[in-house]
């Protein structure tokens, strides 16, 4: 009975998850996804605790407290712009438990493991120790404790590579001769150890990629602990993880037109802020007045606000929407483009926008915005860069050639939000802001917008 009981929540919760991964897949029905992922959660929880291997109830409560503590502080304090580094540490601490649980069923049973198992177990411990190291780098570089440009040495990549065909010319030892334990715990040092350099040489604002691969791992590290523990829903669950957090990456990649490859291995920071240097400037840039863009936006038929990376850090979402309904109600028909990868995780912009009641029918997606500017009389750059560099389509030679970009310069008149000369993620300099259609709005956005908003009600 108690078994039939454990199963059915299993089913239920892994039910719960595959409808939950549908309604993440679509901003109007994110919430609701992420609510019925959560009820899985518990229906999950609900299930292990029912376990007749459980002895005591005393250390899963204590980890049931502590647990939640920390997750309602993270979610209580933890500033949106901080969600991807929160992110990082949450894949820490899934990979981390999930190589625990490998390495104490190996510890337990003294390395008397039949060759599945210990397969499924090597293939856990490995994924889950460089899982662990690699996300808290990754936490460590997207919270600026460490620097946030990629680290490298020659001939790192064929170092790596050795590294990592060590370890896993272990893992092979070990299925065959699972007894070794001197050996297992080398093998796990030298996962913890390829997790760290395998993050190193890569660019903070790459690390969502990075991210959803290690997301993928410690999902994948998950499923095998299921095999190994004999447990159905980690095993769904896990590989659910796993590829939603692959394809994830694939989506990013191909939005950035950028290959898997190029991510791990090509240092894209540095090499991009190198060639930006030798690229230099452009001519100058034409500063505009606030007064002037605030008549412009007044007597518009249509404006287009494209944003980015820059508002979130100025957290201008409200701003813009107060602007946005301002203008609205002058008549002037308001939409927002946004571009798969603005800001620094994917649905950036959609999360902040939706924060602030933007509805979802305003935002359209980079195909749908770019046919619209032509017949656009004004594009607001809300602190974006990369995502409107026109050398991504004009300049075959630079390092983002092919990447789409939201076309604003298509637009009658361009109105760019930004505190300075700070260049993008990228490094490279952008010739959208040295355009003639393009003026320079300088200022912290959400003070720009604010101040925009009070310009035009006085219009
Ligand atoms: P971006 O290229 O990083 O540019 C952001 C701009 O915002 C900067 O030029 C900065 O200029 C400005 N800014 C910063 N703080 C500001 C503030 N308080 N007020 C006004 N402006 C401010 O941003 P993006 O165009 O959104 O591009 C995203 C980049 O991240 C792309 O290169 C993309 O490939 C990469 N990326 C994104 C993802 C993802 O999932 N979203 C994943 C991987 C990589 P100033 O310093 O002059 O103000």
């Known amino acids: 009975m108690q078994t039939y009981f454990i199963e059915i929540s299993y089913l239920l919760a892994s039910v719960l998850f595959i409808l939950g991964l549908k ?18 959660m518990l229906m999950a929880i609900i299930g292990t605790l029912m376990h007749h291997e459980i002895i005591t109830y ?18 209580v304090w933890v500033p949106m712009t901080a969600m991807p580094q929160r992110t990082a ?34 293939f856990e411990v490995m994924l889950g120790a460089l899982t662990t190291t690699g996300s808290l780098l990754a936490f460590a570089k997207l919270q ?61 604002a790459d690390m969502p990629v990075v991210m959803s691969l290690l997301n993928s791992y410690a999902g994948l590290a998950s499923a095998a602990t299921g095999f190994v523990l004999s447990n159905n829903v980690l095993i769904i669950a896990g590989t659910l993880d796993g590829f939603s957090g692959f394809i994830l990456s694939v989506l990013m990649c191909r939005a950035m037109n950028r290959s898997i490859t190029n991510v791990l291995f090509g240092a894209f920071g540095s090499a991009a802020a190198a060639t930006g240097q030798i690229e230099g400037q452009h001519g100058t840039m034409r500063e505009v007045n606030l007064d002037d863009v605030a ?3 007044a007597y518009a038929k249509q404006v287009v606000f494209v944003p ?15 602007l ?24 950036h912009m959609n999360v902040l926008l939706a924060e602030a009641n933007v509805p979802y029918s305003s935002l359209y997606e980079l195909e749908q915005i770019n046919p619209e500017f032509p017949a656009t009389d ?47 993620f990228s490094g490279l300099e952008n010739p959208l802001f040295f355009k003639d259609v393009t003026g320079m709005l300088y200022g912290d956005a959400k003070e720009s917008l604010t101040r925009l908003m009070q310009a035009v009600q006085q219009a």
Request: no cysteine; proline share 5%.
């Open 23 to 40: 309604g993440l897949s679509h901003p109007e029905t994110a919430k609701r996804g992420m609510h019925l992922a959560e009820f899985g």
């Open 58 to 75: 005393t250390w899963i409560i204590t980890g049931l407290v502590i647990g939640s503590l920390a997750g309602l502080a993270m979610g």
């Open 89 to 122: 540490l949450s894949h820490a601490f899934g990979a981390f438990a999930a190589a625990l649980v490998g390495i104490s069923e190996y510890y337990r049973l003294g390395g008397h493991l039949d060759k599945i198992t210990m397969g499924a177990l090597g």
């Open 144 to 204: 600026g404790m460490v620097r946030g440009t990629p680290l490298t040495f020659k001939g790192q990549n064929v170092f790596n590579m050795l590294l990592l065909a060590t370890t896993i010319g272990i893992f092979i030892y070990l299925i065959v001769v699972p007894g070794s334990m001197p050996l297992f715990f080398v093998m796990v040092g030298l996962a913890l150890v390829f997790g760290l350099l395998l993050v190193m040489p890569i660019g903070a």
């Open 295 to 297: 008549v412009q936006l």
């Open 308 to 322: 980015g990376y820059g508002m979130a850090t100025a957290q201008a979402q409200h701003a813009v929407k107060g």
């Open 324 to 347: 946005a309904d301002t203008l609205e109600k002058r008549g002037v028909t308001v939409k927002y483009g946004i571009h798969p990868v603005a800001g620094r995780m994917p649905g």
């Open 378 to 424: 004004v594009a607001i750059v809300i602190g974006a860069n990369d995502v409107v560099n026109p050398d991504a389509r004009d300049n075959p030679s630079s390092p983002i050639a092919g990447m789409p970009i939201i076309e604003v310069d298509h637009a009658k008149s361009v109105v760019v939000l930004k505190r300075g000369q700070g260049k993008g």
